[in-house]
């Protein structure tokens, strides 16, 4: 019970913290809404991009260059853009750690205070995709049947049709996007990390991309039918059939086929 | 009078039927029916149990399922699909599911029963062959079950193709691309199965009538027919004092074994709805609609099904020729046909193979224990082993992602283990049961260690023995342990070659495969002779005024508990 109640926790803890995140960035976010008329160009201001380039310089140079030029083991961000900062950042893979076949996401690094303020730096040194706001990512506006045949011709072929994620070549994978928040979401198809296609707005429209993003939040309103076993498919049903199906039976064929003296 | 070559035949035939089924005298002893009792038994019981379930849930889902592919624009309660273009089957599942009070329930019923049901079949299989139940006269009965496993594959198959989602979809897609596969005829027999071009709108209507009618009419069929040869041949028994080939040690079917069934039939059904009551089981309104443009990732099959899949994963796609402006796909035909083709014919027939290497005629109603017959053992372990390789494959995307592998290395691991594994398996398993023999041999001619050492009268040493009860002793010293068979020389007296040689060798070879390597089992003189001998130390103990345990030869012989029962064959 201890191991799976401390791997439930290590698992879970990510999205505990993701939510504790939007709170705060719901929080802040009220805040300067109520006190400025546009909320984006607020986060544009130069204070901003003076405090991303400390952050940077403190926390990303060492590996993309102290103007973000890039290395030769880490790229160049000039004109990947806020989003891509955003995205990057807010799911935890940057800064990365661990020398793996792709950064991993990990529990965020940085409140969402101090993710604006490195995308406002980024941002500062060429154009690129923008943070989308509250409005372009909400799942209430989008329609998640077209966004359900949207997925399938654009993203079941990685993420798999459930979402749950999927194996790509030489220990590369496509995550589960069922527990990303909605504007990593759209961050994701807008610069398309890694392996990851980008999707811009010609391919996916930002409305598109919307209905996409109310897909995705209509297939974790539970399971209907009960523990969804990490929404693995038939692998997964399998193995319960044997554990606890075919182990529960044969444990009671035993008891029954023990003799009562 | 001469009799005909037909009079021989059928002459031949019934007697080869009434020495397998006794026909004669079936119904003779019903009443007394005695049963032995054992927890593995049961397996058989659990594919039983399942099956009614399937029956019962599957009637409730036809009441409501559609099986038809007209394309309707959903309507229903389930928002991420409003206005979604579908089959009318895939609607007609999402209604049983959301609509239908019960339905989704009952869905979940005949799911997890169904995966249950191909479980216990197979563990069951595993139970018969590990026994060697399957022995004369029980090789019918075996070819009856492997029918059923066959059709068991069958029921799944079809029935995982209904709901017409994705991944039933992506499966009828490899089905056609197997179909497509076969030589020449390939592309004629996929418009024939399909209906014309894939996925067309015949195939589910189709597959609904094989599902609903036919497979489930055999295997009922079937089952009446297993579960009547079980009756007739009486059931085997496990090794044990006072059971033999001669008789049936157990207890009378009325009333304790229906009790004891009867009771257990429940607990199958309680489990199951437990298990479709509380986890969720292919959630096709995950999955949506089968459309045949995009592949998804993760599509897989069934766990029973998961061993093909396995076996396409890992075959190289290089192995597909063109000759002379046809297409030879060896990359599908190897994998879905050759290599599951031969698996399955070695289990199969395997009864009759192990009978052709021991020349034995004799009926078997006591079961082996696995290590008294090293081959058989070792090779179903190899077998299962290539089996467990072919499935691993299946979920390679799986164990990818979730234990943080390369994909390709684990194909590649697979490929290799595939070959290796199984040879490995058999070496080990055989080594093993070899051991286990031996030890047996040393426990029965020398007695438990009692890690007592007694110095006696005159300066010797000995360790105490303590000598095995009757029971153990009849179980590790009577079994039949077959030699390799002996065959005629190849020419006889006069030099002229002899006509069958060439046959009788490649028997002698198989027998010998089977049989060279053997433990001889403890013989009554070598028995005699060691229990002097123990009786000697006693007698020096005794003198010393050491008491130490009887010989099972002078303990009472009353082993049967009492409400066991015994009846002869
Ligand atoms: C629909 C699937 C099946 C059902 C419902 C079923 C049911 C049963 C039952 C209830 C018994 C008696 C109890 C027991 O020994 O477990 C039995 C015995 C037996 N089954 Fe099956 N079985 C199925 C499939 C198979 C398969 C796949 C095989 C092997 C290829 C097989 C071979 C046998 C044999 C040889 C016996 C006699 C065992 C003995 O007397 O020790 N059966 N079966």
Known sequence: ??????????????????????????????????????????????????AGRKLFAANCASCHGLNAEGRQNAPSLVGVGAASVYFQVSTGRMPMQADAPQAEAKPPQFGEEATRQLAAYVASLGAGPAIPTEDQVDPAKGDPASGMALFRTNCSMCHAASGAGGALTQGKYAPSVLNTDPAAIYTAMATGPQSMPVFNDMTLTPEEKRDIIAFIDAQKEGAPGGLDLGQIGPVGEGMWAFIVGMGLLIACAVWIGAKSS | MTTTRLERASAGTADFLDQRTGIGVAVKNFARKIFPDHWSFLLGEIALFSFVVLLGSGIFLTMFFVPSMTEVHYEGPWAPMHGVEMSEAFASTLRLSFEVRGGLLMRQIHHWAALLFMAAIVVHMLRVFFTGAFRKPRELNWVVGFTLLILGLAAGFTGYSLPDDVLSGNGLRITDGVVKAIPIIGSYMSYFVFGGEFPGTDIIPRLFTLHILVVPGLILALIGLHLFLVVLHKHTQFPGSGRTDGNVVGFPLFPVYTAKAGGFAFIVFGLITLMAATIQINPVWNYGPYDPSPVSAGAQPDWYMLFLEGSLRLMPGQTEYVIGGYTLSLNVLIPAVVIPGLLFTVLGAWPFLEAYATGEKREHHVLDRPRNAPTRTAAGVAIVTAFFILVLAGANDLIATHFEMSLNDITWA???????????????????????????????????????????????????????????????????????????????????????????????????????????????????????????????????????????AEESTSTTVDVEATSDR
């Open chain 1, 1 to 50: 019970m201890k191991a799976i109640a401390a791997r439930r926790h290590h698992r879970q803890a990510p999205v505990v913290l993701l939510v504790l995140a939007l709170l705060v960035m719901g929080g802040v976010y009220a805040a300067f809404a109520t006190t400025s008329a546009d909320a984006t160009v607020v986060t544009q201001s130069d204070d901003d991009v003076e």
């Open chain 2, 414 to 552: 697979f490929r290799v283990l595939f070959f290796v594994a199984p040879v490995f398996a058999f070496w080990i398993t055989k080594r093993i049961c070899l051991g286990l023999q031996r030890r047996d041999r040393d426990l029965v001619l020398h007695g438990h260690e009692s890690a007592t050492i007694v110095r006696l009268a005159h300066g010797e040493y000995i360790e105490v023995h303590k000598p095995l009860d009757e029971h153990e002793l009849w179980l590790r010293v009577n079994y039949s342990s077959p030699r390799p068979i002996e065959i005629e020389p190849a020419e006889d007296s006069r030099g002229v070659r002899r006509k069958g040689y060439r046959a009788d060798r490649i028997r002698r070879r198989l027998s010998e495969f089977f049989y060279a390597d053997r433990i001889e089992p403890v013989s009554a003189e070598e028995l005699a002779a060691a229990r002097a001998h123990q009786a000697e130390h006693h007698a020096l103990l005794e003198g010393g005024g050491r008491h130490s345990a009887a010989l099972p």
